[in-house]
């Protein structure tokens, strides 16, 4: 499956931003969808996934109760909605396809490209 994330930018602390990821090949609805982030400097992390349906989610405890990760199996599209955000929040985003949802990096088969995401303080 091929994954390209779109939507990051600039954006003001405080503020929001939804970050997408469309997928394109296999079945898009057979993956669990993760999201993970690496700033300058730092190792890739762990941000969200969820299972194939949307209806299980883990979020990393950095994140939680400001992002929310969410997909349209129809559309062939995980989205990560990110409210509150934060200047350490600042790094590349990227998308990724596996197996079943997981906080590993190496429980996902499939990455996207990443997109920026920068928050101004």
């Known amino acids: 499956v091929q994954l390209q994330a779109s939507g990051g930018g600039l954006v003001q602390a405080g503020g929001s931003l939804r970050v997408s990821c469309a997928a394109s090949?296999?079945?898009?609805?057979?993956?669990?969808m993760g999201w993970f982030r690496q700033a300058p400097g730092k190792e890739r992390e762990f941000v969200a996934t969820?299972?194939?349906?949307?209806?299980?989610?883990f979020y990393a405890e950095s994140v939680k109760n400001r992002f929310t990760i969410s997909r349209d199996n129809a559309k062939n599209t995980v989205y990560l909605q990110m409210n509150s955000l934060k200047p350490e929040d600042t790094a590349v985003y990227y998308c990724?396809?596996?197996?079943?949802?997981?906080?590993?990096?190496?429980?996902?088969?499939?990455w996207g490209r990443g997109t920026q995401v920068t928050v101004s303080s």
């Open positions: 990724a396809a596996g197996r079943a949802p997981s906080q590993r990096i190496d429980a996902y088969d499939y």
């Open positions: 090949g296999r079945t898009f609805s057979a993956y669990a």
């Open positions: 969820c299972n194939w349906s949307g209806g299980i989610t």
